[in-house]
């Protein structure tokens, strides 16, 4: 079945880069995603990256993906305060059903001002 | 507030008895889901709709949890007998095929269920 596997944890200082991995077991992934969810809102999209990528910028985001390796990061640079949050890996992959998105355990950042 | 929205936030039952969730998806989207997030956990995929078609049933659904979405509108979410391993964050999601495959899920607050 499908899997996605994160660490728990992440502290870093305010301005340096963060860098959340992630590795998936479905190789028939078509997307990836990277939600965040910050105490007591729901979860939010913050990028996504089709299996044919291997990378994907957006302002401050980078996405890296392994297809080969079942590897997914996140880089988030010149890390703030408000980036504090649990950031969770997601896949959508042909098996377990059209619409089934498989979520990580989350990754808590925290920034240190 | 055009977000999906969820009702009750919170809800405290005793264990045996029956509770439902409500959610309201965001307007145009006809595309719904049931996910479910205990503590220190990823959100788990329960159901998902299509207008009002439940299309796809987790193996974690048991036969204790209903959902319907009867107008292809708001959806809600019946768990029966409930048990103290019912206790979650129910999240509800929703999303419109607009030809992008991504297919971005907009979530709801959740409602955060307690069985005594």
């Known amino acids: 079945g499908e899997d996605v596997e994160q660490s728990l944890f992440l502290s870093v200082r305010e301005g340096d880069s963060s860098v959340i991995n992630c590795t998936y077991t479905?190789?028939?992934?078509?997307?990836l995603y990277w939600y965040k969810q910050e105490p007591g809102a729901g979860l939010q999209l913050l990028t996504y990256i089709f299996s044919n990528m291997d990378m994907k910028q957006d302002q401050r985001l980078t996405v890296l993906l392994n297809k080969k390796d079942k590897h997914l990061s996140l880089r988030i640079a010149d890390t703030q305060t408000g980036d504090s949050a649990i950031y969770f890996c997601?896949?959508?992959?042909?098996?377990?059903?059209?619409?089934?998105?498989?979520f990580g355990i989350g990754t808590k950042l925290q920034v240190i001002p | 507030d055009t977000g999906v929205s969820q009702n009750p936030r919170h809800k405290i039952t005793k264990r045996g008895q029956n509770v439902t969730f409500r959610c309201d998806p965001i307007?145009?989207?006809?595309?719904l889901y049931w996910y479910r997030q205990t503590l220190g956990q990823g959100p788990e995929f329960l159901t998902y709709f299509q207008n009002e078609a439940q299309l796809e049933k987790s193996r974690l659904l048991s036969d204790r949890f209903s959902a319907e979405r009867p107008k292809g509108s708001f959806s809600t979410l019946e768990i029966q007998r409930t048990e103290q391993g019912d206790s979650a964050m129910y999240l509800c999601?929703?999303?419109?095929?607009?030809?992008?495959?991504?297919?971005?899920?907009?979530f709801g607050p959740g409602t955060r269920l307690t069985v005594l």
């Open positions: 999601a929703s999303s419109i095929p607009s030809g992008r495959a991504y297919n971005e899920q907009f």
């Open positions: 479905d190789s028939s992934s078509t997307y």
């Open positions: 997601a896949e959508k992959g042909q098996s377990g059903g059209y619409q089934k998105v498989t």
């Open positions: 307007s145009e989207h006809n595309r």
